[in-house]
């Protein structure tokens, strides 16, 4: 296996971190790595907000639901989509700035593959890092602690740092699961994969001294109910038009 591989094989989420600061110069190295992701047409369209502050990073670990490593990590990022560049050209420019949903999409797709180099680049200095999405649970608290303007999507938050713990690795479904050949398999295969599936992530949470878990049952119940219903709604109230 090439040594690229071998670090992406390794990725598991650490939510526990040494005291060390994550260098600057890795900071730095880390973000221009990320920004070489491909980008649609070149747009570009996310940032990253770095907060050092400490009743600012106390007020985030509140609204993330009390996820302590958010203060506790070597460096915490929020990760944005960011279409406020393309907006200030347009406004100085005198030119309507009128998008649609494809537009949103675009800046959640172009963030996520920057994001997920960014995070490649950091596990390759040996660094940890864990994604927050519960930084979605109160957007508009958000917003007004960080006073994001019009434009800026904080989509979730990013802890690096120093692993001060080494979790077992978490399955993924198998490759005939992720990778089909020419068209979409029959339903009662694609069942019978994901029944597989429930006996390895079963075997992973015994192990991990997390009981006799059922990831499909798990898959149902997150998806019986809609989830933070305010997310759309904010995002409007950001600038998007999501029609
Ligand atoms: C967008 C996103 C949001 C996440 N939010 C959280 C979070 O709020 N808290 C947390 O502990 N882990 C969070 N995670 C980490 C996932 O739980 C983790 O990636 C997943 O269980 C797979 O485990 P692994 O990363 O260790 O392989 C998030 C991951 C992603 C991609």
């Known amino acids: 296996m090439n040594p690229v591989i071998e670090q992406m094989r390794s990725h598991r989420s650490i939510r526990k971190f040494t005291d060390e600061e994550v260098a600057e110069t890795d900071i730095a190295a880390a973000v221009e790595a990320g920004q070489m ?6 747009i570009q369209s996310y ?3 770095r907060i050092r ?3 600012r990073l106390d007020r985030l670990v509140t609204l993330t639901g009390d996820q302590t490593k958010v203060a506790r990590c070597g460096a915490f990022f929020i990760i944005c989509g960011d279409t406020r560049r393309h907006r200030l050209l347009a406004e100085r420019a005198g030119r309507p700035y009128e998008t649609r949903l494809e537009a949103f999409l675009l800046s959640v797709v172009d963030t996520s593959l920057f994001a997920q180099n960014l995070a490649l680049a950091f596990e390759s200095m040996g660094y940890g890092i864990c994604c927050i999405g519960g930084l979605r649970n109160d957007l508009p608290a958000v917003q007004e602690l960080l006073e994001l303007p019009e434009g800026t ?9 120093r692993p001060a713990d080494e979790p077992m690795l978490r399955p993924r479904l198998p490759l005939q699961g992720v990778l ?10 694609m069942l019978a ?3 597989e599936f429930d006996d ?7 192990q991990r001294g997390a009981g006799d878990r059922i990831w499909s049952q798990e898959m149902i119940e997150k998806f019986t109910q809609p989830r933070r219903t305010a997310t ?10 999501l029609d």
Request: hydrophobic share 30%; aromatic share 16%; with cysteine.
């Open 37 to 42: 992701a491909s980008t649609s047409a070149g």
């Open 47 to 49: 940032c990253l907000i």
């Open 53 to 55: 502050d400490e009743q």
């Open 153 to 161: 999507y904080p989509l979730y938050g990013l802890c690096v740092g």
């Open 180 to 189: 089909f050949e020419e068209h979409y398999p029959e339903d009662g295969q």
């Open 193 to 195: 994969m994901l029944d």
């Open 200 to 206: 390895t992530m079963l075997e992973y949470f015994r």
């Open 232 to 241: 759309g709604p904010f995002f409007r109230s950001q600038g998007a038009n």
